[in-house]
């Protein structure tokens, strides 16, 4: 199997290079649509070869491409939970922060009250004392 990859590798790298030099001689005579074809014609090549001998060298190194996306979608998803947990921990912590600071203020002005009615000069309205 690997030498018949081998084999059909070496003959798209030949048959590259004669067709780089078809370019290069039509180039050179003005016949610019060859060009353009043969930009389509390699992309096309890459992009079926490429992906196959790419998988082989991963498979080598000890990881598929697969194995990585799966890991690195696993990987996503927890962070994601982590997220969205820590969002929400953040949303009850500002509303703890707006009640705390409405008890607070409501605990100011009883202080100030306090510190007023304590003073001695000041009289309560509408409380009858006997």
Do not use: W
Request: aromatic share 4%; glycine share 4%; with cysteine.
């Amino acid at each position: 199997m690997p030498l018949e990859k081998a084999h059909t590798y070496q003959n798209i790298v030949m048959k590259i290079s004669v067709l780089r030099f078809m370019v290069k001689t039509m180039s050179r005579l003005g016949k610019t649509d060859l060009n353009r074809q043969c930009e389509t014609f390699v992309a096309v090549v890459l992009n079926h070869v490429y992906p196959s001998i790419a998988e082989e060298i991963r498979m080598k190194l000890g990881a598929s491409s697969r194995e990585r996306r799966d890991a690195a979608r696993d990987e996503l998803k927890l962070e994601r939970e982590k997220s969205s947990k820590l969002r929400k921990e953040l949303t009850e912590a500002m509303s703890q922060i707006a009640k705390l600071a409405s008890i607070n203020e409501m605990l100011l002005e009883n202080q100030v009250l306090r510190a007023e009615v304590s003073g001695g000069n000041v009289r309560r309205l509408g409380k009858k004392t006997l």
